[in-house]
């Protein structure tokens, strides 16, 4: 797939190459305000010290910034901490390049299973992207679910589109979704490209998941999902079928 057009710098990679560094990042992306040592220590589970270390290297690389507490009485003033603000990169995009960051790095960080862990992540992240798309609370068909999932992959930024294969059977009056066949949704852009080639298991997880966690959002009929990584350097494939048995690759 083709290299997204603001990819993170060497600097950052190496300073999101940790679990727990970056959720600390992500404690304080969560966050409105500012917060001390000691409430983000609480929040990740870290030590003060740990936490200490993490935000010095995070903030050498510009992605969390200190202020003094102002202080109307005695007392020394505490350090608080916020998460920069990324120009063009707030929203669900950046907050989905972390998330990749998260489950690549626990390759890294000795995780047991981290495409079951990367699954379950990125269905959270499409039930989440799905309710925030405001869907309704009435299920949805297999066509109009597969719309909404390609019109969601497109918001994420993976410039998708329905195969020629699959909108030939739909122009035959054979559906995808509707006859069996497998609709299949090509990805020519992915914003985790760096991060995929290293780590395709991973980050294709995630994507797999995100796409089964949207659709089980949407009420939608039993599905299989799979993903094709990489069948050409710049494109991968989603492929959408209904379910015929309970089993493996299922959604549900």
Same mark, same amino acid.
């Given at each position: ?28 992306? #969560? ?9 983000? *220590?609480?929040?990740?589970?870290? /030590?003060?010290? &740990?936490?200490?270390? /993490? ?5 050498? *690389?510009?992605?969390?910034?200190? *202020? ?9 003033p505490r ?10 990169? +707030?929203?669900?995009? +950046? ?56 019109? #969601? ?36 852009? @992915?914003?985790?490209?760096d991060i995929?080639?290293? /780590? &395709? +298991?991973?980050? @294709? ?10 659709? +089980? ?18 494109? @991968?494939?989603? /492929? ?13």
């Amino acid at each position: 797939m083709s290299m997204p057009p603001e990819p993170i710098d060497s600097r950052t990679h190496r300073v999101l190459a940790g679990v727990s560094r970056v959720a600390v990042l992500q404690a304080l992306r #969560l966050n409105a305000g500012l917060l001390d040592v000691q409430t983000i *220590a609480e929040q990740v589970g870290l /030590h003060t010290n &740990t936490v200490r270390t /993490h935000l010095d290297q995070l903030i050498e *690389a510009g992605l969390v910034e200190s *202020a003094v507490q102002e202080r109307t009485t005695p007392g020394r003033p505490r350090l608080l901490f916020r998460a920069t603000p990324t120009p063009g990169r +707030d929203g669900p995009e +950046d907050s989905y390049k972390v998330l990749a960051e998260i489950l690549a790095s626990g390759i890294r960080d000795g995780e047991p299973a981290p495409g079951a862990v990367a699954a379950q992540a990125g269905r959270r992240w499409g039930q989440r992207l799905a309710q925030q798309g405001g869907e309704s609370a009435e299920p949805l068909d297999s066509g109009r679910a597969v719309d909404r999932v390609v019109a #969601l992959l497109d918001e994420v930024g993976f410039a998708p589109r329905v195969s020629n294969a699959t909108a030939a059977r739909t122009l035959s009056g054979a559906t995808g979704n509707a006859a069996g066949n497998a609709t299949v949704i090509e990805l020519h852009q @992915c914003p985790f490209y760096d991060i995929a080639r290293e /780590h &395709t +298991d991973v980050v @294709c997880a995630v994507h797999l998941g995100l796409i089964q966690g949207a659709l +089980d959002q949407m009420q939608a009929p039993p599905s299989t999902v799979r993903i094709e990584p990489f069948v050409r350097p710049d494109l @991968c494939l989603a /492929h959408i079928a209904p379910a015929v048995i309970h089993g493996a690759g299922a959604r549900r």
